[in-house]
């Protein structure tokens, strides 16, 4: 199960980090199969070592183009 959830949370990352695609991070998490939003921002946290939001807003940065690898 923690290898599906990391699957999950890795996804919603790419979605976070693709500035073309425009996903907000309720979006972001709803497409990556979590329902739960506290709880996905809990693991992601634990994932990642920063809120999604950070992500999102770190992604729409000047000099960062296109999405970034994870």
Known sequence: ???ITARRLAHARSLLLNVAGG??????ALDSGFCHFGLFAR??????GELPSATR???????????VSV
């Open 1 to 3: 199960m923690q290898h």
């Open 23 to 28: 996903h907000s991070v309720t979006d972001a």
């Open 43 to 48: 693991g992601y946290r634990a994932a990642f």
């Open 57 to 67: 807003s770190a992604a729409r940065l000047p000099g960062r183009v296109g999405m």
